[in-house]
T-cell receptor
């Protein structure tokens, strides 16, 4: 079956522009996560959804970051008024159930470059 | 707070030799531990997990990991390395009360022919 799909794979934006990153999780997966991976670093948690409910957004670095999953499947991460420090790979992951022992399955990420 | 340490930025090993990639963790509750591998320009692929039970966990592609509670370690191992194992390896921990994964900084494994 299909894995986690993210689009676009690459995004270049000018500082100050708004961007939207899309994640299609594995069909039927209840949990969805967004992570930010800076160059040479491990992924860092941004936010977590269980179905359409955003249960944890403690990792969002500022109020310029916003995520939604309105129908409990596809999710969008939006960054407003982008800044150079937002340049990173944004990874989406999903897991079948809302259980701590479930592995998360990752997409290939969106590489965001802010000029 | 949860944390993971991967003390080695890079591990070099010759093909056919055993490999070990080190990981230590810190959590307040019961640890759920995971290993992932990342190839260039790709996302993370799940290798194996420890939740409870046997301290030796077997995973994908011949990898295994040993959970040691007293040393708070979860080292990744493979008896015989392949050149194709060359990649970036991440250890991650999840505190039982939380959903998010906390990752280490990663260890680059380089297997030479």
């Amino acid at each position: 079956g299909a894995g986690v799909s993210q689009s676009p794979r690459y995004k270049v934006a000018k500082r100050g522009q708004d961007v939207a990153l899309r994640c299609d999780p594995i069909s039927g997966h209840v949990s969805l996560f967004w992570y930010q991976q800076a160059l040479g670093q491990g992924p860092e948690f941004l936010t977590y959804f269980q179905n359409e409910a955003q249960l944890d957004k403690s990792g969002l670095p500022s109020d310029r970051f916003f995520a939604e999953r309105p129908e409990g499947s596809v999710s969008t991460l939006k960054i407003q008024r982008t800044q150079q420090e937002d340049s990173a790979v944004y990874l989406c992951a999903s897991s079948l159930r809302a259980s701590s022992n479930q592995p998360q399955h990752f997409g290939d990420g969106t590489r965001l470059s802010i000029l | 707070a949860q944390s993971v340490a991967q003390p080695e930025d890079q591990v070099n090993v010759a093909e056919g030799n055993p490999l070990t990639v080190k990981c230590t963790y810190s959590v307040s509750g019961n640890p759920y531990l995971f290993w992932y591998v990342q190839y260039p320009n790709r996302g993370l692929q799940f290798l194996l997990k420890y939740i409870t039970g046997d301290n030796l966990v077997k995973g994908s592609y011949g990898f295994e990991a040993e959970f040691n509670k007293s040393q708070t370690s979860f080292h990744l191992k493979k008896p015989s390395a392949l050149v194709s194992d060359s990649a970036l390896y991440f250890c991650a921990v999840r505190d039982g009360g939380f959903q998010k994964l906390v990752f280490g900084t990663g260890t680059r494994l380089l297997v030479s022919p």
